[in-house]
């Protein structure tokens, strides 16, 4: 009988890896799930089959490395799903390092491709370039920009940051007053031009195979908290055309995210996130299970096609995990720090 494949799953406390969880533990395929996280009470800790501690890669990058690299050897890891900002910011560059010394898939894309799509000003400019619909958008530290912006489309715009995800430092400002209140806590801010109605916005996943088939899974959505809080899935191909246009314009590859609001104008691109989504474990409930894509076309080496999904809707709410008081530790790997 085959042994399961293990897949590890970093950051195994954040939001993004419990969703990354949900989707591993919904595969058809048998899956030996590895956790690890800098906390010892991280929640992916308690649901992985094996959890391991780790430095923090901000701190400590060649402890971070190491560690990652005796747990990918220690348990046979085929795939590695990187979960927080920090780590997607310091893995691209060793995802070949993966690949020849450990045959391990690093479900990451390439440095040049995430520097890209991680910073947003960057991303609006390569919109822009590629004839790709997007929200007006200024630099709010430049002033002669923001001032433009601000003569052509008055109030109100939204504020932002350049760097970051969910709704950390995002504001909708309706007044000059406002701006300049919110304008000095926002790191290197972007004011945007706000797109209506409110109840036109998208979260689309898209699957990039190596022979550049694009699979695409769309899903109108409200927010809250800055993540998505209620969706509904969406079948229409003109939106899935646009998804496929957008990503083959690009050279990512894999798993990615596209955010977009559809206007009177057609789609507008919010964000291109390059990386798993906050709503990867619903995606994968709907059909579009996307580590088990990965893990069978870039590991298995298997041909895909375009997931049947199914239609219906999703509420989210908050949950718990309870542990006994005496809950053994000795559970995780512990990798000396």
């Known amino acids: 009988m085959a042994e399961p494949l293990a897949v590890l799953i970093t950051g195994a406390g954040s939001e993004l890896a419990f969703s990354i969880f949900k989707a591993?533990?919904?595969?058809?395929?048998?899956?030996?799930?590895?956790?690890?996280?800098?906390?010892?009470?991280?929640?992916?800790?308690?649901?992985?089959?094996?959890?391991?501690?780790v430095p923090a890669v901000k701190h400590d990058p060649n402890g971070f490395l190491g560690a990652l690299r005796q747990i990918v050897e220690r348990?046979?890891?085929?795939?590695?799903?990187?979960?927080?900002?920090?780590?997607?910011?310091?893995?691209?560059?060793?995802?070949?390092?993966?690949?020849?010394e450990h045959n391990c898939h690093l479900m990451i894309n390439a440095p040049k491709e995430m520097a890209r799509f991680s910073d947003k000003w960057l991303a609006h400019q390569w919109y822009l370039e590629h004839g790709l619909g997007a929200p007006r958008t200024a630099r709010g530290d430049v002033e002669a920009e923001r001032e433009a912006l601000i003569a052509d489309l008055g109030f109100p715009l939204v504020l932002k940051p350049r760097i970051g995800g969910g709704s950390r430092s995002v504001f909708i400002v309706d007044s000059r007053q406002q701006m300049e209140k919110y304008l000095p806590a926002v790191p290197a801010p972007l004011l945007q031009e706000r797109l209506l109605?409110?109840?036109?916005?998208?979260?689309?996943?898209?699957?990039?195979?190596?022979?550049?088939?694009?699979?695409?899974?769309?899903?109108?959505?409200?927010?809250?908290?800055?993540?998505?809080?209620?969706?509904?899935?969406?079948?229409?191909?003109?939106?899935?055309?646009?998804?496929?246009?957008?990503?083959?314009?690009?050279?990512?590859?894999?798993?990615?995210?596209?955010?977009?609001?559809?206007?009177?104008?057609?789609?507008?691109?919010?964000e291109i996130n390059p990386r798993f989504s906050g709503t990867t474990g619903i995606r994968a409930h709907f059909g579009f299970n996307e580590p088990e894509m990965v893990l069978r076309h870039f590991v298995l080496g298997q041909d895909l096609a375009q997931p049947t999904l199914r239609p219906g809707r999703v509420a989210r709410f908050?949950?718990?995990l309870y542990l006994d008081a005496e809950a053994d530790p000795a559970r995780f790997g512990g990798i000396e720090k």
């Not at 993540?227 to 899935?240: P, R, S």
Request: proline share 4%; aromatic share 10%.
């Open 197 to 270: 109605p409110d109840d036109e916005e998208y979260t689309a996943g898209t699957f990039r195979t190596q022979d550049d088939a694009v699979f695409v899974i769309v899903m109108r959505r409200t927010l809250k908290f800055g993540m998505t809080n209620k969706a509904q899935m969406v079948f229409d191909g003109a939106l899935d055309a646009f998804c496929q246009h957008v990503i083959l314009q690009t050279q990512l590859q894999g798993v990615n995210n596209i955010q977009f609001r559809l206007t009177t104008n057609g789609p507008k691109i919010l």
């Open 318 to 320: 908050m949950e718990e």
């Open 24 to 53: 591993c533990q919904k595969s058809t395929l048998d899956l030996r799930i590895i956790g690890c996280d800098i906390a010892e009470d991280a929640v992916g800790l308690h649901w992985a089959d094996r959890g391991y501690l």
């Open 75 to 100: 348990e046979s890891v085929r795939a590695i799903f990187p979960s927080p900002d920090a780590e997607l910011d310091f893995l691209p560059e060793h995802r070949e390092l993966f690949a020849r």
